[in-house]
């Protein structure tokens, strides 16, 4: 039996090796401003306001400060993720078509993860029920996970998967040891 369980879920930023609430960025890349407006049967019909509403007051509830950011352009998404160094404890991100073939946001995603910020990667459709090109990924293996299929909940399992892992990481000492 191990002596230190992980952190619950339910509690996932009450680690003793830090007092302070986890920050998550919600990141969002191409085309996801159109929510609630583009191919509903794919995407359903709830907006990106709805679901950075949502997961802000999911990550409230669980003791998280989100914040949220979304852009259709590579470079400002790769100054976002570049941006968690000097604040954020994690990442949730929604890379639309850029998970693909963006290598630079795999080696932004690769570099924060190596100074203690994890991510998850979450896509709303199945991506692997879709065209051939959306079935690989590049930047899901420097990830700490992926949730895809589920929908706009497939926010919230992704929110409480990186809040677990900052969770873990803290209490192993590997996230990073003070915001600058």
Same mark, same amino acid.
């Given at each position: 039996?191990?002596?230190?369980?992980?952190?619950?879920?339910?509690?996932?930023?009450?680690?003793?090796?830090?007092?302070?609430?986890?920050?998550?960025?919600?990141?969002?890349?191409?085309?996801?401003?159109?929510?609630?407006?583009?191919?509903?049967?794919?995407?359903?019909?709830?907006?990106?306001r709805d679901i950075e509403e949502r997961t802000t007051a999911l990550g409230a509830e669980l003791g998280a400060e989100v914040r949220c950011?979304?852009?259709?352009?590579?470079?400002?998404?790769?100054?976002?993720?570049?941006?968690?160094?000097?604040?954020?404890?994690?990442?949730?991100?929604?890379?639309?078509?850029?998970?693909? $073939?963006?290598? *630079? !946001? %795999?080696?932004? =995603?690769?570099? #924060? &993860?190596?100074?203690?910020?994890?991510?998850?990667?979450?896509?709303?459709?199945?991506?692997?029920?879709r065209e051939t090109f959306r079935h690989t990924s590049v930047t899901a293996p420097v990830c700490q996970g992926m949730v895809s299929g589920?929908?706009?909940?497939? $926010?919230?399992? *992704? !929110? %409480?998967?990186? =809040?677990?892992? #900052? &969770?873990?990481?803290?209490?192993?000492?590997?996230?990073?040891?003070?915001?600058?």
């Amino acid at each position: 039996m191990n002596a230190n369980p992980a952190p619950s879920p339910a509690s996932p930023v009450s680690s003793a090796s830090s007092a302070s609430p986890a920050r998550i960025l919600l990141l969002h890349g191409p085309n996801l401003n159109l929510l609630g407006e583009r191919d509903r049967a794919t995407y359903g019909s709830t907006t990106l306001r709805d679901i950075e509403e949502r997961t802000t007051a999911l990550g409230a509830e669980l003791g998280a400060e989100v914040r949220c950011a979304q852009s259709n352009s590579e470079g400002a998404l790769i100054d976002l993720v570049h941006s968690t160094r000097t604040g954020d404890d994690g990442i949730v991100f929604n890379p639309g078509a850029y998970a693909h $073939y963006s290598y *630079a !946001l %795999r080696d932004a =995603l690769e570099a #924060v &993860a190596g100074l203690g910020v994890p991510c998850v990667e979450v896509h709303i459709s199945n991506v692997h029920a879709r065209e051939t090109f959306r079935h690989t990924s590049v930047t899901a293996p420097v990830c700490q996970g992926m949730v895809s299929g589920h929908g706009d909940f497939g $926010y919230e399992l *992704a !929110l %409480r998967s990186v =809040l677990h892992r #900052v &969770a873990e990481w803290r209490a192993a000492g590997t996230a990073r040891s003070a915001r600058g």
